[in-house]
């Protein structure tokens, strides 16, 4: 049985094509193993709530201390986490908004960064502690910027790559849909980017 785990961060539904890739990328996964479960978590329908003073007092807090509005704080994290730790495979949609990431994503991010829980620190540095998934990002964008001279504009990649990778989360592979704010391009941009899709 292979756990898939689907966080979509498009406010856009049926109009996304994050979300389009991101389920081709699910079916994928489903050709090539018998067994799939998949649990979708829509950061948009499920309000999943930016970082506030009270989920960082929770953080901090040990469990055995506690008060009930720490508890309820702190759910969305503990919530988060044990989705991820339950999954084998994570595909994570991200359309690119002003170059970077939805801000529900970037919420749910904060929610799942916890030292010592996620990652740790040592005399030989930071540790990444969320070992052993595969992770599948599905970006979509109206521009291109896998290359060409807006690529400096993508922070979705990088900083996605970079933040997971710190969680441990390092076997990455990155699939596009770009360009469908291009005059004519919108249909050959969506064929490019699900016929990308080659498993690793």
């Known amino acids: 049985m292979k756990k898939v785990l689907h966080v979509i961060s498009s406010p856009r539904g049926d109009a996304s094509f994050s979300i389009k890739l991101g389920n081709a990328i699910i079916d994928k996964i489903k050709s090539a193993y018998q067994n799939v479960e998949v649990e979708e ?7 999943f709530p930016h970082l506030e003073e009270a989920h960082l007092t929770s953080f901090f807090t040990p469990v055995e201390s506690r008060n009930e ?14 989705q991820i730790t339950d999954a084998d495979i994570i595909v994570i949609g991200a359309p690119l908004y002003n170059f970077g990431i939805h801000s529900s994503l970037k919420a749910w991010i904060d929610h799942i960064a916890r030292a010592g829980v996620t990652f740790s620190y040592s005399e030989n540095g930071p540790e990444g502690l969320i070992k052993g998934k595969k992770v599948y990002i599905a970006v979509s964008s109206g521009g291109i910027y896998s290359e060409g001279p807006a690529k400096g504009f993508d922070f979705v990649e990088p900083y996605l790559r970079s933040v997971l990778g710190f969680l ?5 592979t990155v699939f596009r849909i770009e360009g469908t704010a291009l005059p004519g391009n919108t249909e050959t941009a969506v064929e490019k980017g699900l016929n990308s899709i080659i498993l690793n």
């Open 41 to 47: 978590f829509n950061l948009i329908e499920n309000s």
């Open 168 to 172: 441990g989360l390092t076997d990455i």
């Open 69 to 82: 509005a720490q508890l309820v704080a702190v759910s969305h994290s503990d919530n988060a986490i044990q």
